[in-house]
């Protein structure tokens, strides 16, 4: 799956590390393009391989000035304060037409569904049918007998 359990795990991160905005938007862009797990085909989990156009992107930077030196300014900006923070390690630098590749240190691990079903119990607000309760179509909406 790609990024949705590392995404949270981001958000997370940021707070606790207390990033500024455009760190946190560059993390949560980078663990919504990395892989939560390994892949099978070799690809390591919480990887980011986009390069700084596409972080320039999830800067605010639309194309084409997500190319400009402003842009890259700012998206040097943000991994400076990502690696200085511990929230990413710069596992290659970018060079020779490829990209810079960063590992990014938060969780991308599935909750257990054991575990999420102790945290997040279901609770029902409302009480079963037939215990006093009259059912009425929402305001503005005409009711329809089946």
Request: with cysteine; charged share 20%; aromatic share 4%.
């Amino acid at each position: 799956m790609m990024g949705l359990f590392a995404a949270k795990s981001a958000v997370l991160v940021a707070a606790r590390l207390g990033l500024g905005n455009a760190a946190t938007r560059l993390l949560l862009h980078m663990a919504l393009e990395c892989w939560d797990e390994d892949t099978p085909d070799g690809r390591p989990a919480r990887r980011y391989f986009g390069g700084r156009e596409m972080a320039a992107v999830a800067l605010g930077f639309t194309a084409p000035e997500n190319g400009d030196p402003a842009a890259h300014q700012a998206v040097k900006r943000a991994v400076r304060e990502l690696v200085s923070k511990g929230a990413i390690v710069r596992v290659r630098a970018g060079g020779r037409g490829l990209p810079a590749e960063y590992e990014l240190l938060v969780s991308s691990s599935k909750p257990s569904a054991a575990r999420a079903a102790v945290d997040n119990p279901v609770v029902l607000p409302f009480p079963a049918r037939g215990q006093g309760v009259t059912e009425r179509p929402p305001q503005g909406v005409a009711h329809r007998t089946p």
